[in-house]
């Protein structure tokens, strides 16, 4: 009989040492956000320079839309975005939801191409393959990244891309 009369108050004294214990813990820091990004630009190609690489007398695109493309090891799309140039003609392809399930084979210099799509100036909306924008630019990495607080931002590169006027006056001949 005295043990049921102190079994409620031994109960009460091991929840207040249980509740002591995690209340004089440090509270978890927040998790770090780790984000994958695609930036490039993309440029009306001039007729001077069509079937070349070149985009000197280049004009930027805005509004253009370019596809990020992720294939997995197995050669499947693991991920796709598609967004739309800026004013300057440059994209910023945040990847959200983006996976690596191979921490090698799926890395985004790997499974990760940016492509054309489409062009919003009718008179400069042929897709070119300058850069390899006709059939998957590679990214690059060129050690940029976004760092703040409980995030970051690792940055890769693609193009510059073109798109070429469907109609360029023909060259005079020398």
Known sequence: MALTQFLPIILLLSLAAVHSTTA????????KVLDVVVEGVVHCQSCGNYG????????PIE????SVICKDHRNRVSFYKACKT?????????????????????????????????SPITTCNLLTNVNYGLYGAPLRYEDKKIVGTNYEAIVYAAG????????????ARP
Not at 24 to 31: F, G, L, R, T, Y
Not at 63 to 66: E, K, P
């Open 24 to 31: 004089n813990e440090p509270p978890k820091p927040a998790e």
């Open 52 to 59: 070349t690489w070149a985009l000197s007398k280049s004009k």
């Open 63 to 66: 509004g253009a839309t370019i």
């Open 86 to 118: 800026a004013k300057n003609g440059y994209f910023y392809a945040q990847l959200k939801g983006f996976v690596m399930s191979h921490s090698f084979l799926d890395h985004p210099l790997h499974a990760c191409k940016v492509k054309l799509v489409s």
């Open 160 to 171: 510059p891309l073109a798109f070429r006027p469907a109609t360029c006056a023909p060259k």
